[in-house]
């Protein structure tokens, strides 16, 4: 009983570390969708100035264009960030589904798709 905010806290932190870290994970799958045009965007994406910040084509595209950092004053929806997130939030229910009996399984297979 003394110690119920201990284990609260660490469910809690689990909780908030896991959701943060499927972000970034719906991040990497832009970009590795992104990675298959035959013209990368990141690449042929032209200089920009924002706020007179200079930024490169690369920091441009990762800024503007797949977060939307820089586009405040549109309050768009970000179809391409919540599709990734959403993929990732699949894959994780697709490896857990099962529970142990599938853990070799979804491992093997996830290691060679991420890798």
């Not at 857990?96 to 297979?109: A, C, D, E, L, Q």
Request: charged share 15%; proline share 2%; hydrophobic share 45%.
């Amino acid at each position: 009983p003394r110690l119920r905010g201990i284990g609260l806290a660490s469910v809690f932190a689990g909780y908030t570390i896991t959701f943060y870290y499927c972000i970034i994970l719906g991040y990497a799958c832009i970009y590795f969708v992104e990675s298959f045009h035959k013209d990368i965007p990141w690449m042929t994406a032209t200089e920009k100035h924002f706020q007179d910040i200079s930024m490169s084509g690369a920091e441009y595209y990762t800024k503007d264009e797949a977060t939307g950092v820089y586009t405040f004053a549109e309050t768009t929806f970000n179809w391409k960030v919540f599709v990734g997130i959403v993929v990732i939030w699949i894959l994780i229910f697709l490896s857990i589904f099962k529970g142990v009996k599938s853990t070799g399984w979804s491992s093997s297979s996830l290691s060679l798709f991420l890798c």
